[in-house]
Every structure is written in structure tokens, then in C-alpha cells.
């Protein structure tokens, strides 16, 4: 099985820096920023308070089991506050601030071995939800969520994203090569969770030696099949990827689940695994710390709460001034003012790059090329949608030109002669539509008394 998708780029994938740089455990700092939102969905509200002492894996927040995770300490020690603080994602969002104590103590009942064939599908999710699992590849939806689809729309094949297509970033392709058997082990949990038949591991063949340390450890299980795909930008896109390994087709407005799929990435198995077979939280993650600014580019685990600052300390800190900092990859990833934030549960890699090799866009005039619809994966029209929102015509683009099948994918920002920031244009566009339907209901509401 070996399909492509239309469009796509192949950019320069930088991995070089990173790709054999085995995963360094960081050691502990002194303070950690936990933010109490870092999934889609609602924030939690805090069950401990200032001077409260915790222990690692501790829940210190929780909220609506349908609409939001827990969040639980990356350390021991004492909370030394709760308030607002800088995010990565936000921008801006309450957060609990932790002074480790040093000693690293687990909570009583974490880190324990469980066997998952005694539990069933409901217990699994639970333990999920508990252990405060999201998606892991940047979209921080909640895991429990979708492995819980409608009764409606049956799931029988469970897509592994293990594609990481995006430059630069390694951490998924380390999770293979370093804990395969964990990525085996969460894939059977999820199957076994969401009643798949089947699980497919989708990696680009730029990764051949984690191709074949997958297909070692799934040998023993017939239903789990690794997928060689093709290096192209974006191949770990749900909808290409469901395309890609299944051949199936998920149209506009729906989601992999109404052609009976879900979609998780390989560092999501992993933390399912540890979740459901260990009892740990989702803690820890592992980072990709490169760019041409970083004087040690690194793979790096390291805890939740943890600041950009101190990650790129430990490897060995900026050897020229940052211009572009970036939280995940260059494509997809969030542009941070500096590095003064946490590490977050869906911050997959931190890349800092100087002026000269950051690029920028000018957004000069449309030439109208067509080289932007040549490269959308997902058949749109890039300049019409950037040149609509530059008019203030965001309902046009809604209704007429498809805004909202845009994955933000950055392929034609990419390919565009004229520099255009067509995906800031997007998501102007998109955050407008939004807020003016809300307007409307407020107005509907208003009158209706
Ligand atoms: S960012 Fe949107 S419009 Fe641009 S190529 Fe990607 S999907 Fe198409
Ligand atoms: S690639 Fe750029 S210049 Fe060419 S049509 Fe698209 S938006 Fe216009």
C-alpha cells in the first residue's frame, strides 16, 4: 500500500539536526508552570490552593469529563501559586506554578504494572481520561473523546499517525525507534478501547529503520500493519492519512469517524500505554529542541510545566539571536513572542531560528500564479480565500469558497512567489465567521427576551 494525496510540498525537512541524537532526560529545574488548559475543550479548575504540597502524578485540576482532562503535577513539591501566566497556545491562561522539592516523588498508586486484559473498553477510556491523555502530534484533543464515538458511527480501524511530516521535528520518530514495544502495546489498548478490527502505523519512508523496528515489534499481531507512505508534506494530515492507508475518503465537514475511523498519533500509543499499563499521567513529553539558533539541537523528555528557557539551556542555550521562535513545527507550529513559556502536553518540538533563516512574509499582491492550488492537499483556492479576507468578505469564503476544509497546512503560503501570508489570512477569516455567528445568537437570544 503506497498512495499519495493531491498537492503537498517537499520542503528542506531539517531533520538531520535531531533524527540520531538518542532522547536526553532533563534534569529537574526549580520551577514548573502548569497550565490549567492544554487540551481543546474547557480549562479545569484547580483542587489545590497556594502552600498546598503535591507529589508527582498528583491531579491537581480537573473539570467536565466531557469536555476537558486532568492535569496533574510534573513533580513534587509546593505550589507556590496560581494565576495567570504566559502560555504557548493561549497566549495567556491560568496556570498553577510548582517550587520542586527535589526528592521527585511519585504519588502512592502511580507506577504500578497493570495488566489491561483484565479491564474492559469503559474502564480503559477511564483510565485514560484520569491519566489526563490528549492527542499528542499539536491538536491536544482529548483522547477518551475519541475513542467514545457516537453509537452511530462504528469504528473498525484504528490509523496510527506516525508520519511526523512536518520539518524538523523527531520526537515522534524517537518514540518509535526508543519505545516501539509501547507503541505496540498502546495501539492493542486503543483497539481494544474503541472495538477496532484493525490498527494501521502510517511512516513516511524517510524513516526506514523505524519501519522496520514497528514491523519487528507488531510481527506478532495480525491485525497491526505498518504502512510505508510517502515523504510529503502533509502526509500526517488526518484526512491525507485516512486516504493514504485506507483509502478511504473523508468529504468535507466530516471527521475520520464517519468512514469508521480514529486517528492518534504514535507519542498518543505511548502515553496510552503508560496510562492504562503503569498508572502514569501524562507528565512528561519528548521535545524537539533545533533550528539554526540553537548552538546543541536536541531530543529531550522532558516535564510538563517546564519553560522554553530551560529546554534550550540545556542545549546549550541560543548561539545567535532567535528572530522566529516556534512551538511545535514550522508549518503548523504557534510563533511565540520569546521563549518565557511552558512546555505544554501538545508541544511537540521548540525551534528557535535567526533572522536569516526564518523567512518572512511580505504579503505583496496576488500575481495569481496558481501555484497555491496546485499545492493545497485539500483542493481549495488559497488566493481567493486570502485575498477575501484581506476584503472583509468572510461569509463569501465560508460559503462559497470552502474556509473551513482548511487545515492550515501552510503548503501555499509556502509555494507563493508573492510571500503571502495566506494562512494568517485563513484563520482571520475563520475566527470572524465565528465570532459573528456568536454575535448573531447573542442577537437572537436578545430578542427572544
Ligand atoms: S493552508 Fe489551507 S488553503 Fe493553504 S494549502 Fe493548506 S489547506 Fe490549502
Ligand atoms: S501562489 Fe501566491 S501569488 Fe500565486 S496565485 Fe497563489 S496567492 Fe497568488
Given at each position: 500500500m503506497f498512495k499519495a494525496f493531491f498537492g503537498g510540498i517537499h520542503p528542506d525537512d531539517g531533520k538531520k539536526y535531531t533524527q540520531k541524537k538518542v532522547v536526553e532526560d532533563m534534569p529537574l529545574v526549580g520551577r514548573y508552570c502548569v497550565p490549567?488548559?492544554?487540551?481543546?475543550?474547557e480549562a479545569c479548575v484547580p483542587m489545590v490552593s497556594k502552600g498546598a504540597v503535591v507529589k508527582k502524578g498528583q491531579c491537581m485540576a480537573n473539570g467536565d469529563k466531557n469536555r476537558s482532562v486532568p492535569i496533574h503535577a510534573p513533580?513534587?513539591?509546593?505550589?507556590?501559586d496560581i494565576c495567570s501566566c504566559r502560555d504557548p497556545v493561549t497566549g495567556m491562561s491560568k496556570s498553577i506554578i510548582i517550587d520542586s522539592d527535589g526528592k521527585d516523588e511519585w504519588l502512592e498508586g502511580r507506577l504500578i504494572f497493570r495488566d489491561?486484559?483484565?479491564?474492559?473498553a469503559a474502564s480503559i477510556i477511564d483510565i485514560i481520561r484520569e491519566c489526563g491523555v490528549v492527542g499528542m502530534g499539536g491538536a491536544a484533543f482529548p483522547t477518551h473523546k475519541k475513542l467514545l464515538?457516537?453509537?452511530?458511527k462504528p469504528v473498525d480501524l484504528l490509523v496510527v499517525n506516525g508520519a511526523e511530516c512536518e520539518p524538523y521535528l523527531t520526537s515522534d520518530y524517537r518514540v518509535m525507534l526508543e519505545c516501539p514495544e509501547d507503541v505496540v502495546s498502546g495501539c492493542l489498548i486503543a483497539m481494544k478501547a474503541v472495538y477496532a478490527k484493525y490498527c494501521r502505523i502510517g511512516i513516511e519512508d524517510n524513516k526506514k529503520d523505524a519501519i522496520a523496528l514497528m514491523q519487528k515489534y507488531a510481527a506478532g499481531y495480525k491485525n497491526i500493519t505498518i504502512v510505508p507512505l510517502p515523504s510529503v508534506y502533509p502526509q500526517g494530515g488526518e484526512k491525507m492519512l485516512v486516504k493514504a492507508i485506507s483509502n478511504r475518503e473523508v468529504s468535507s465537514?466530516?471527521?475520520p469517524m464517519d468512514v469508521g475511523c480514529v486517528v492518534l498519533n504514535v507519542s498518543t500509543m505511548k502515553a496510552i500505554a503508560d496510562a492504562v499499563e503503569k498508572n502514569i499521567p501524562l507528565i512528561e513529553r519528548i521535545v524537539t529542541v533545533s533550528g539554526s539558533s540553537i548552538t546543541c539541537p536536541k531530543n529531550i523528555r522532558a516535564r510538563i510545566g517546564t519553560g522554553f528557557n530551560d529546554a534550550i539551556a540545556f542545549c546549550g542555550g541560543l548561539k545567535r539571536p532567535a528572530s522566529t521562535i516556534i512551538m511545535g513545527g514550522p508549518m503548523m507550529g504557534i510563533a511565540q513572542t520569546d521563549t518565557g513559556v511552558p512546555i505544554v502536553k501538545a508541544c511537540s518540538g521548540i525551534l528557535a531560528f535567526s533572522e536569516q533563516d526564518a523567512g518572512s512574509a511580505v504579503?505583496?499582491?496576488?500575481?495569481?500564479?496558481?501555484r497555491c492550488m496546485d499545492a493545497c492537499p485539500m483542493r481549495l483556492r488559497p488566493n481567493m480565500l486570502s485575498m477575501l479576507s484581506e476584503r472583509n468578505k468572510y461569509k463569501t469564503a465560508l460559503l462559497e469558497y470552502d474556509l473551513l476544509d482548511c487545515i492550515e497546512c501552510g503548503c501555499c503560503a509556502y509555494v507563493c512567489p508573492a510571500k503571502r501570508n495566506i494562512v494568517q489570512h485563513v484563520r482571520k477569516a475563520k475566527a470572524q465567521n465565528t465570532m459573528n455567528k456568536k454575535r448573531k445568537k447573542l442577537e437572537i437570544n436578545e430578542q427572544r427576551g
Open positions: 490549567l488548559k492544554q487540551h481543546i475543550g513533580v513534587s513539591g509546593v505550589i507556590a489491561n486484559n483484565d479491564l474492559d464515538p457516537p453509537a452511530n465537514g466530516k471527521l504579503d505583496r499582491p496576488c500575481i495569481r500564479c496558481g
